[in-house]
């Protein structure tokens, strides 16, 4: 299933999008809005698959929009629609998925969801194709150089707004992966999530603390004034491994 977020300010393309693109079942339209200075707000709260984007939409520049939402950590896919064709080879080249001039017609928006499926099923491929490895190593970055770490020196991995922050001893570094991501990939290594913007190596947790709520905090060795929460959603998996 396909998250979908349209963005134009006229109602009736809205509308219009949604009435095609509900005709196909991996689609889930979770949001809409006229308002281009309301995007990224949308976006980071609902965390899509793909974008619809009006490229001249009100008082906001939809392309550099468009290069905004690109440059968070993994992205959703962008289809920019418009009805100039000029602004095409723009939207190529910041790496959007598709483009679609207005008036929409529902065969062309069909080739741009169907492009999308096919690119999106070959990321998954190769992520998979990766997993087949188990690998014991997190290609991670660091003032523009990329290290292979060990992922026995991960203390902890965080979620920044967008960035994903991983915490080792010597220090810390980035990474291309969703905490989704690297939660699928570290569930047979010793990682366990405890937050929606947290996973934690188990063999670095020093002390469980008791919180509000009957949650608890843990504290991570090597880094005293670090206490990382245990959420309700995480609770019952994060107690019945630790046997609390």
Not at 165 to 180: I, T
Not at 201 to 207: G, S
Request: aromatic fraction near 12%; charge should be neutral; charged fraction near 35%.
């Amino acid at each position: 299933m396909f998250k979908v977020i349209i963005v134009d300010d006229e109602k009736y393309i809205r509308d219009e999008l949604r009435y095609f693109l509900e005709k196909d079942k991996e689609i889930n339209i979770i949001a809409e809005t006229g308002d281009g200075k309301e995007v990224m707000d949308l976006v980071e709260k609902l965390n899509p698959d793909i974008v619809f984007l009006d490229i001249q939409i009100q008082d906001v520049n939809g392309l550099l929009l468009a290069r905004k939402i690109l440059d968070r950590n993994n992205p959703p896919y962008i289809i920019l629609a418009t009805a100039y064709n000029e602004y095409a080879i723009q939207g190529f080249e910041i790496n959007v998925a598709d483009y679609i001039l207005k008036p929409f017609s529902e065969e062309r928006l069909k080739i741009a969801i169907d492009r999308i499926k096919k690119q999106n099923q070959k990321k998954n491929k190769n992520f998979a194709e990766n997993e087949e490895f188990d690998l014991n190593k997190l290609c991670v970055f660091k003032n523009n150089r990329y290290i292979l770490m060990d992922i026995d020196e991960i203390q902890y991995i965080e979620s920044i707004k967008n960035d994903i922050v991983v915490h080792a001893r010597d220090g810390e570094y980035h990474c291309n992966y969703s905490l989704k991501e690297l939660e699928e990939r570290f569930k047979k290594k010793k990682f366990i999530r405890t937050h929606k913007s947290y996973i934690v190596n188990i063999d670095f947790i020093n002390e469980i603390i008791p919180w509000f709520n009957y949650t608890y905090k843990v504290k991570i060795k090597e880094k005293e004034n670090i206490e990382i929460p245990v959420s309700r959603n995480y609770l019952k998996k994060f107690k019945k491994l630790l046997g609390i």
